[in-house]
């Protein structure tokens, strides 16, 4: 029977990878439209073949050698730290202090600056190989480090491989996607899904964390829902009084125009 | 040139590249995150044999944690406007 926690596990990285794959696709589809589209899927390619290498052979070692308790201190601090990054830059989104993350403004530039190098279409284009090669690699490193980090601290290869066909199906849909609208995805409301994967990314750091550090969570693993409606409750808090601080600045300097 | 007097250089870019990356991966812009982190793993460690304090303790701190980072910010952004 499936768990609870495998299947908060399965759509943390589902939606994590989502929203990497949507802004490797950007640089994709900017790269194959501009430059041609052969180079950019080879580039594309080999850097999706190397992300593959990296979770098979870190994974599968890291699991074998490595003891479950530093294991889960490690994960457990880099998905802390990295689900608060994410959450506290999806709040001031949110809030308005700072600009929402515009996926065809970016897509724009990308073309723009792939336009001005001179290249030929059709043939070999090592711009368009780097291009695509970096955009998917560096974006999917994102996406590893998540997949690994879930797939570890689970302490089995079962969670490896459930964390891993999360982000294949990610990946699968928003390149499903983006090859029937060949643009930019921009109606994804990428925020809220910020917001939402932080707060899971937030609370299994904290959680696993706790574990490998020796804290007795009350109620074994059903305390990650318990964290979850804390860390959404707080969430939810600052995202209001920020939002009405916001405001109230504008209006002030709204006023001090006129 | 020689290609020996090349080697070092391409190594310590690569080697600085490496740090760099890894850098702007885990502490990025938000260099508060990543001390306050340390900070409740060492809180959490320490209060590990107190099944009440330990995960209570560490659940404020990344509350505080989260709240600190988010002002923090505001007021940077505030104080950069012209």
Known sequence: MIDQSTVLLFITVTVASAVEAVEAL???????????????????????????????????ALIQYVPLYILRVVVGTLLLIFGLQWLTKAILRETGFKA?????????????????????R??????AFVVSFKGVLLEGMEVIMIVI?????????????????????????????????????????????????????????????????????????????????????????????????????????????? | MTSNDKTPSVLRRGIKSFFSFWKDFLVGDSPVLALGVIIILGVAYLLHNSAVLAPVFAIILVLVLMTFAVWQKTRTRRHSQP
């Open chain 1, 26 to 60: 950007t640089i994709i589809l900017a790269s194959g439209i501009t430059r041609g589209w052969r180079s950019t899927f080879e580039g594309a390619a080999l850097a999706l073949a190397c992300l593959a290498v990296i979770v098979v052979v870190v994974g599968a």
């Open chain 1, 100 to 120: 929402l993350h515009d996926e065809c403004d970016i897509y724009e530039r990308e073309v723009a600056t792939l336009s001005q190098e001179k290249g030929i």
């Open chain 1, 122 to 127: 059709g043939k070999r284009d090592s711009l």
């Open chain 1, 149 to 258: 980090s879930f797939g570890l601290a689970g302490g089995s290869h079962n969670q490896l491989e459930t964390a891993a066909l999360g982000a294949v199906v990610a990946v699968g849909f928003i390149s499903a996607m983006g090859a029937v609208v060949a643009r930019p995805l921009a109606k994804v409301p990428e925020n809220y899904m910020k917001l939402g994967v932080g707060n899971l990314l937030t609370v299994f750091g904290l959680f696993w964390m706790g574990e490998g550090t020796g804290v007795q969570w009350p109620l074994g693993e059903v305390f990650i829902l318990v964290l979850l409606a804390i860390i959404f409750l707080a969430t939810v808090v600052l995202v209001s009084h920020f939002k009405r601080v916001h405001k109230r600045e504008m209006e002030v300097q709204h006023d001090v125009k006129r």
